[in-house]
């Protein structure tokens, strides 16, 4: 998301930001959009759909000309894999072979809860990483990463904004609300 984008288009509205993969108790923590990614539970919370965001595999042009492009998902036990962490375990790489899906155990030299750690570390020749689209959308346009098996990925995850109640949100987080809404779009 453009938070520098809105902030010139709204100077006054301040954002206090939280990047965090926990999920936050809006009420108890003051917060009041939080962005949430795959299928939410029952909650009393509204929704509002962003987008979907699709996994990418990608590796820097610099890594796949010294280490060679692998041809297949299975080759992929024999790079560095950076990986993504999750409640504290390594998220797997599910990949579409012969119709039917199947996890490979990749390994390497760094794992990070951190997309934009991950992505740097790509950026920087260093291995393979698997990401979600929007976070290296740009990179891959600039050709500074290289999609690796677009058609073998699974779809992704559900984006949505959620926040306690519509009639109870400030005429400036509305504003933020339409502002992401709208980007999004343009994203997914």
């Known amino acids: 998301m453009s938070i520098p984008e809105f902030l010139k288009q709204y100077p006054d509205i301040k954002i206090d930001l939280r990047l965090s993969d926990r999920f936050v108790d809006l009420v108890v923590e003051g917060i009041d959009i939080a962005i949430r990614l795959g299928d939410l539970e029952d909650s009393s919370l509204i929704r509002r759909h962003l987008g979907h965001a699709h ?82 959308h740009e990179e891959i346009q600039q050709k500074r990463l290289e999609l690796l098996f677009p058609e073998q990925l699974p779809l992704g995850l559900v984006v949505q904004a959620v926040f306690t109640h519509q009639r109870n949100l400030s005429p400036r987080v509305q504003v933020f609300l339409e502002f992401l809404t709208a980007y999004c779009a343009k994203v997914f």
Request: hydrophobic share 35%; proline share 6%.
């Open 55 to 136: 996994f990418a595999i990608c590796a820097s042009p610099t890594y796949l000309r010294t280490y060679g492009t692998p041809n297949t998902p299975q080759d992929l036990v024999h790079h560095n894999c950076l990986r993504y962490i999750f409640n504290g375990q390594p998220v797997p790489w599910e990949f579409l072979i012969d119709k039917t899906w199947h996890k490979i155990s990749v390994n390497g030299t760094f794992n990070s809860d951190n997309g934009g750690a991950l992505k740097n570390t790509a950026i920087a020749g260093l291995g393979i990483t698997r990401l979600l689209s929007f976070q290296v």
